[in-house]
C-alpha cells in the first residue's frame, strides 16, 4: 500500500478555496437545529443526544465497462459511515439527478432529507485507477470537497478510505481512520496472528510461529506488533515487523512474559511479568531490560493500559479477591480500583482522547463490552448478544473492534464508540483484535 | 486406590526392567517430546517408554472458577503426586496450569501461572526440590475438553504435571 502512488489532482487546490465555506455549512446545521453540533463532532462521545446525519451516496460512474462496479465502490463508503455511527444512509436515486451545467441537481434531492450527497466517477487504465470523489451539502446547494486519486487498481477499497478519512474530516473536524488495519489471533489450533482492513478485507498472515500465540498489540509506528508466544515454550514477549519479516524476542523471563503494550511514545513496554511468582506490571525497554516494578500485593496484575499521555496505567488486579480494573500514576502514587459493580472486570483498553476505558464485565453470567470514565463513573454496557470481549479503540475514538460469538463461532466484529451499529468483519474466525494506530 | 498403587508399581517395574535392559537403548528423548502448548491438550498427552507409566500415573490438580487455592480434593492429588515424583528423583516437571474458557485470554494466562504456582509450592513443601519444579501457564488456551458447559469447565480448570527426563 504505496501512499505515494496516490496524488492529489491539482485541482483540489481550487476545490479547497471553495471549502473554506464549510465552517458556515456546520454553523448552518446548527442554527437549524436539525441535527445539533455537528460541528462539534470531537466530543461526540459528550453529546448523548447527537443524531445520525442522513447522507447519500449515488453510484459511481465510469465511461467505460471494467472490472470494478460503481455500486460496489459506494457501498465502501456507505459502510464506513455507517460503521463510525454518525450517519444513517439514505437510498439515492440511481444514477443521481443532473442539471444543465452536468452537476448534482441537489435541489430536487432537498426532498429526500439527506443533508450531503456523495458522488464520483472512476477510470481504469490497465493496472491504474483514477477516482473522482466529491461531497455537496444539499442543503446549501455547494461542493464542500473535491478529492481526485489514482493508485493502483488492487488498492481500490484503501482509496475510497482515503476518501471517507478526508469526508470525516470535513464533517466532523476529526479525521476518520478508514484506512486502518486490525491485527488479531486466528482461533484454530495453532493462533497465528494476522492483520486485515478495518472492515475485514486484505487479510494477511503475520506470524508462521505454529504455536500458541496470544495478545498481538501495534507498536506506535504501525511497522510492527508485539505479542505473547510459545515458540520456547514459555509464554514470552515477542516482536514482529508486520511483513512477518523479522521475529525478535523482546521479554523471556521465567513465567510469564504477558499481555505487552508499547508506552504512547514508543520507548517503553508495560507487561505482566512473574519473575517474583506473582503476576505484576513491570516497565521494561523495548530492548527488554526491566525499568520498574509499577505494581505489588498479593493480587494478580494484568493486562496493562497507557492512558495516552503515557502519565497513567490501567490494568486488572485480583487483589481484592475478583479481577477489577485499577489505576495508577506511571510515576508513582497510589493505585485506584475504578470498577465497582460488578464482580469481574478485565481487558481494559483506554480511548485515545483519555476520557474513556472500555473493557469486558461479567454481566448476567456472560461477558459484554463496557465503557467506563477513568474516574469510575459514568459505566455503560455496550453489548448484550452473546459473549463479547477483548475490546480495542480505533485510532479516532470513534469505533471499537472487539470478540463476539453471537453469530455461533468467535469472530472480530467492529462497532461505533456507543454500540449502535455492530457489524462483524473478519471472515475468519478469531480473538484478541487490536486496532492499529493510523497508518502512514 | 489399590489399583492405582498397582498401576505405580507396574510402572515402576517398567522403568527398572528399562534401565537394566541397557542404558545404550534410550526409548525417550527429550527433544522428541509433544511441544508443550502445541498439539497436545494435558492429560491426553503422554510421553514414550518409560515415562510413560510414571506420566499417566501422576493425578490432575482441578480447581475452581477464578480460584487458584488449593481445595482438600486438590491437596490429595498433590500428595500422591509427591510419593509418584520421589520414587523418581531425577525427573524433572513442568506444571502447567490452565483454566476454563470463561473470562479473558490475559487474565487466564495469569490465574493459570498462580494455580502452577501454587501446585509448586505445594510441591516443594512435600519435600519434592524446587529445582526440579516449574511452571508454565497455558492460560484458557488448551482446553482437555472443548465443550461450553460445567462439566467441561470443570475439566479444564487444571494443573498437570508433565515430567521429563
Not at chain 1, 469486558?360 to 465503557?371: L, M
Not at chain 1, 467492529?414 to 473478519?426: E, L, N, Y
Request: charged share 20%.
Amino acid at each position: 500500500m504505496k501512499i505515494s502512488r496516490l496524488t492529489p489532482h491539482p485541482g483540489t487546490t481550487e476545490l479547497t478555496n471553495r471549502l473554506r465555506f464549510l465552517l458556515l455549512w456546520l454553523t448552518l446545521i446548527i442554527s437549524v437545529g436539525c441535527q445539533p453540533a455537528f460541528g462539534k463532532l470531537l466530543l461526540d462521545l459528550d453529546n448523548p443526544n447527537l443524531g445520525k446525519m442522513p447522507i447519500m451516496v449515488a453510484d459511481f460512474s465510469s465511461n467505460q465497462p471494467g472490472p470494478l462496479n460503481g455500486a460496489e465502490l459506494a457501498s465502501i463508503i456507505k459502510n464506513d459511515l455507517v460503521m463510525c455511527g454518525l450517519f444513517e444512509i439514505v437510498p439515492a436515486p440511481q444514477p443521481a439527478p443532473l442539471n444543465q451545467n452536468g452537476e448534482p441537481d441537489l435541489n430536487s434531492l432537498a426532498r429526500t432529507g439527506a443533508q450531503a450527497l456523495v458522488m464520483g466517477s472512476f477510470n481504469v487504465n490497465g493496472n491504474l485507477l483514477t477516482v473522482d470523489c466529491k461531497l455537496y451539502d444539499i442543503g446549501l446547494q455547494r461542493l464542500d470537497l473535491g478529492k481526485r486519486y489514482t493508485g493502483a487498481l488492487s488498492d481500490y477499497r484503501y482509496i475510497f478510505h482515503m476518501f471517507d478519512d478526508r469526508l470525516l474530516e470535513k464533517i466532523t473536524n476529526l479525521q476518520g481512520c478508514f484506512t486502518s488495519k486490525i491485527a488479531f489471533m486466528d482461533d484454530t489450533k495453532t493462533r497465528e496472528i494476522f492483520v486485515m482492513d478495518y472492515d475485514g478485507y486484505n487479510l494477511r498472515q503475520v506470524s508462521n510461529t505454529k504455536t500458541l500465540n496470544l495478545s498481538p498489540k501495534w507498536a506506535p509506528d504501525g511497522k510492527g506488533l508485539i505479542f505473547t508466544s510459545y515458540i520456547n515454550r514459555n509464554p514470552d514477549l515477542w516482536y514482529v515487523s508486520v511483513d512477518g519479516q523479522r521475529v525478535i524476542p523482546v521479554s523471556h523471563r521465567k513465567g510469564l512474559n504477558a499481555s505487552g503494550r508499547f508506552s504512547p511514545d514508543g520507548n517503553m513496554i508495560a507487561l505482566s511479568l512473574s519473575v517474583k511468582a506473582i503476576p505484576k506490571i513491570f516497565i521494561i525497554s523495548t530492548e527488554g531490560n526491566i525499568i520498574k516494578q509499577l505494581t505489588n500485593g498479593l493480587g494478580n496484575d494484568i493486562s496493562p493500559s497507557w492512558s495516552p499521555d503515557g502519565a497513567y496505567m490501567a490494568y486488572v488486579s485480583d487483589q481484592a479477591g475478583s479481577p477489577q480494573i485499577y489505576v495508577v500514576p506511571v510515576n508513582g502514587g497510589e493505585s485506584k480500583r475504578i470498577t465497582l459493580t460488578t464482580s469481574y472486570n478485565t481487558d481494559p483498553d483506554w480511548s485515545p482522547r483519555g476520557d474513556m476505558l472500555v473493557f469486558t464485565a461479567k454481566i448476567d453470567g456472560r461477558f459484554q463490552v463496557c465503557v467506563i470514565r477513568p474516574d469510575g463513573s459514568d459505566f455503560k454496557v455496550l453489548t448484550n448478544k452473546g459473549t463479547n470481549q477483548d475490546p480495542s479503540w480505533s485510532p479516532d475514538g470513534r469505533m471499537i473492534t472487539f470478540t463476539s460469538n453471537r453469530d455461533g463461532s468467535k469472530r472480530i466484529f467492529v462497532m461505533d464508540a456507543k454500540g449502535t451499529v455492530q457489524t462483524p468483519v473478519s471472515h475468519v474466525s478469531g480473538r484478541n483484535p487490536a486496532w492499529s494506530p493510523r497508518l502512514k | 486406590m489399590d489399583t492405582r498403587h498397582l498401576k505405580i508399581y507396574a510402572a515402576a517395574l517398567l522403568v527398572i526392567v528399562t534401565l537394566a535392559g541397557g542404558c545404550a537403548k534410550k526409548i525417550v528423548k527429550p527433544n522428541e517430546a509433544p511441544v508443550p502448548g502445541f498439539g497436545m491438550a494435558g492429560p491426553g498427552a503422554v510421553l514414550e517408554g518409560e515415562l510413560q507409566g510414571v506420566q499417566t500415573s501422576l493425578k490432575t490438580v482441578y480447581f475452581d472458577f477464578d480460584n487458584y487455592t488449593l481445595s482438600p480434593e486438590a491437596q490429595a492429588a498433590i500428595a500422591y503426586d509427591v510419593e509418584v515424583l520421589k520414587r523418581y528423583p531425577n525427573l524433572m516437571v513442568v506444571a502447567e496450569g490452565h483454566c476454563d474458557e470463561r473470562g479473558t485470554a490475559e487474565y487466564n494466562l495469569a490465574l493459570g501461572e498462580r494455580r502452577a504456582g501454587a501446585v509448586v509450592e505445594r510441591l516443594t513443601a512435600l519435600g519434592i526440590p524446587s529445582n526440579r519444579l516449574s511452571t508454565v501457564s497455558f492460560g484458557s488456551e488448551l482446553p482437555v475438553d472443548p465443550n461450553h458447559n460445567e462439566q467441561a469447565w470443570a475439566k479444564n480448570r487444571r494443573v498437570y504435571l508433565r515430567v521429563s527426563k
